[in-house]
């Protein structure tokens, strides 16, 4: 209230009460604050649920333990009021920010937040350095339109990587961070956890570093593999040939297909992460459904299973030739393992466009 005073600032304090027990709620109503209660539990349920009954054009959020000093609100108007749609609170050094003694845990503060901000700017562009930091201000409109969907945590998180994808304008407001008022119970975070939490929700939100990526690099060992195998190619290692043949062949078609999997699960995310909202349209993807449409992916797919299905016809044959009989299998397999490989490849190619043709139905 005093912030908002001394700084000439029309608003409205929202207090998002998630089940506290301890009278805090009738001492917000005496300081002037609307209280909101929110039966569901979660953090994003909670600022959801505020955010909702708050009626200005700017709004700032913050957590309610004393750890941010409240009268640093206007830092985050004046930011909204330059142009910015997302200011971000930063406690950290590298973006001016500050932290007192006993503020943040030593694992938060010099591992946790720094790597995963580090994430953040390469992976989705995000111009943050504390991408934990809950002390934020962002437009009603800009709110509107990131359609945030996390109940817990992950929320404050969602919404950095949104406006960074999205490529909205954000800033970054230095503040500083103190020590909790608690004086009973633990705090909410935890450290293990929560981490895992959010690498595992940066991974969800980026289907390149977690199918395309890997799938690539699967599918190139597997290509590697074939070209030294299939020619049985034979190197001077140490003194030592070293030969590869059908176990390297077998290997390496393993990774053919785990690579191929893969990357068909990238393509299934990001469509539908476009289709419901997660992500912004992307061009390239587009241009992807237009030039493999269902019709030409199946053509495609029959011609490898036909490929692969005569291939297999070979070892037959040469089955057939000595009388079903003991066969080189060195020999046979170079047919027997190429061919069953393109025939799984073409059937996995028919499903997979069976399918993305229906998540591209449900982005029209």
């Not at 539990?41 to 909702?52: C, E, F, Q, S, V």
């Not at 930063?90 to 845990?105: D, N, Q, S, T």
């Not at 290692?237 to 070293?242: E, K, N, S, W």
């Not at 061009?283 to 019709?295: G, H, Q, T």
């Amino acid at each position: 209230m005093r912030a908002l005073d001394e700084a000439g600032i029309d608003g409205e304090v929202i207090v998002a009460d998630n089940g506290s027990t301890d009278g805090s709620t009738d001492l917000a109503r005496s300081a002037g604050a609307q209280v909101v209660h929110v039966g569901p539990k979660g953090y994003g349920n909670a600022l959801m649920h505020g955010i909702a009954a708050s009626q200005g054009r700017f709004i700032v959020m913050a957590d309610a333990d004393d750890s941010y000093d409240l009268l640093e609100i206007p830092k985050f108007v004046d930011k909204l009021r330059q142009g910015a749609e997302l200011a971000q609170g930063c406690r950290l050094p590298r973006g001016g920010g500050k932290i007192m003694p006993g503020a943040m845990p030593f694992l938060h503060r010099w591992w946790g937040n720094p790597m995963f901000s580090q994430l953040a700017r390469s992976w989705f562009g995000s111009p943050v350095n504390d991408v934990y930091c809950g002390m934020r201000g962002f437009t009603r409109q800009f709110y509107d339109e990131m359609d945030l969907r996390c109940t817990g945590m992950e929320f404050a998180t969602e919404m950095i990587l949104k406006s960074a994808v999205n490529r909205r304008k954000i800033a970054e407001v230095p503040i500083t961070l103190h020590r909790d008022g608690r004086i009973a119970g633990r705090p909410h975070l935890r450290t293990f956890r929560d981490g895992w939490r959010t690498l595992r929700f940066f991974l969800l939100f980026s289907p390149r570093w977690l199918f395309l990526f890997p799938g690539l690099g699967s599918l190139l060992l597997g290509v590697v593999g074939y070209v030294v195998a299939y020619p049985q190619m034979g190197f001077q290692i140490a003194g030592h040939l070293v030969k590869f043949d059908v176990n390297t062949l077998l290997v390496a078609s393993l990774m053919l297909l785990i690579g191929f999997q893969a990357i068909m699960f990238a393509v299934f995310t990001k469509a539908f992460a476009i289709s419901v909202g997660l992500l912004p349209t992307d061009p390239r993807m587009d241009r992807f459904l237009r030039i493999i449409n269902l019709e030409r992916a199946l053509i495609l797919a029959a011609g490898m299973m036909v490929i692969g299905l005569a291939m297999i016809g070979v070892a037959l044959n040469k089955w057939r030739l000595v009388g079903f009989g003991p066969l080189d299998y060195p020999q046979s397999l170079r047919w027997v393992i190429p061919g069953s490989t393109l025939v799984a490849l073409g059937f996995e190619s028919i499903l997979a466009s069976f399918f993305l043709s229906v998540l591209g139905l449900r982005r029209k």
